[in-house]
């Protein structure tokens, strides 16, 4: 199975800042590789597809880049709603496989 | 509005069964590859399986950790997937999403999630 490591598991920010959120493959995932935002009591939702594809409807503070085993999710002018948890996802190959999630506090 | 809806969901003996749903709207649903993700308390997301379409021979596969215990299928007639889950076991308590698969995007819509507690 593919590993997706996630780094850091757990970040502080404040609004306005600008944080980064890795993920690594254990192997090439091509760019079959998606970012997820999840709140607490609520299911995940796509941010970005295909490594640094904008999902409709979601702000452009969010980007996303990396391609092989090394991503990054990048989130600008940080806002209230941003703070949640979030996931990689890799499709390249079966089973699918989720890095361990990141939670960005205030 | 493209939706998907859990239900089913509840609490069930170790070694008993349940049936979960996943009924859609707003899409095409036979058109479309339905996956299972589950999260137990507290913890991180686990892919667990999924049901291609008609024209993908409803092909299923399964992780590891479900193989021989859970079965996918689909009723396309009825907009609806399902998840069977036999011989369930402690580790199977989580909240249980499906989400559908589009060919570009990927997992792109979630349902809000049922919640399976097994305990006896």
């Known amino acids: 199975d593919i590993q997706m490591t996630q780094s850091p598991s757990s970040l502080s920010a404040s609004v306005g800042d600008t944080v980064t959120i890795s993920c690594r493959a254990s192997?090439?995932?091509?760019?079959?590789l998606n970012w997820y935002q999840q709140k607490p009591g609520r299911a995940p939702t796509l941010l970005i597809y295909?490594?640094?594809n904008l999902y409709s409807g979601v702000s452009p503070r969010f980007s996303g880049s990396g391609s092989g085993t090394e991503f990054t999710l990048t989130i600008n002018d940080l806002q209230p709603d941003d703070f949640a948890t979030y996931y990689c996802?890799?499709?390249?190959?079966?089973?699918?496989?989720f890095g361990q999630g990141t939670r960005l506090e205030i | 509005e493209v939706k998907l809806v859990e239900s089913g969901g509840g609490l069930v003996h170790p070694g008993g069964s349940l049936n979960l749903s996943c009924e859609a709207s707003?899409?095409?649903?036979?058109?479309?590859?339905i996956h299972w993700v589950r999260q137990s308390a507290g913890k991180g997301l686990e892919w667990i399986g999924h049901?291609?379409?008609?024209?993908?021979?409803?092909?299923?596969v399964y992780s590891e950790s479900v193989k021989d215990r859970f079965t996918i299928s689909r009723d396309d007639s009825k907009n609806t997937a399902y998840l069977l889950m036999n011989n369930v076991k402690a580790d199977d308590s989580a909240i249980y999403y499906c989400?559908?698969?589009?060919?570009?995007?990927?997992?792109?819509?979630w349902g809000q999630g049922t919640t399976v507690a097994v305990s006896s």
């Open positions: 989400s559908r698969h589009i060919s570009v995007a990927g997992l792109d819509v």
């Open positions: 707003g899409f095409s649903f036979s058109g479309s590859a």
């Open positions: 049901i291609r379409s008609k024209t993908n021979s409803y092909a299923t």
């Open positions: 192997q090439t995932v091509s760019n079959f």
């Open positions: 295909i490594v640094s």
């Open positions: 996802l890799q499709s390249y190959r079966t089973p699918r496989t």
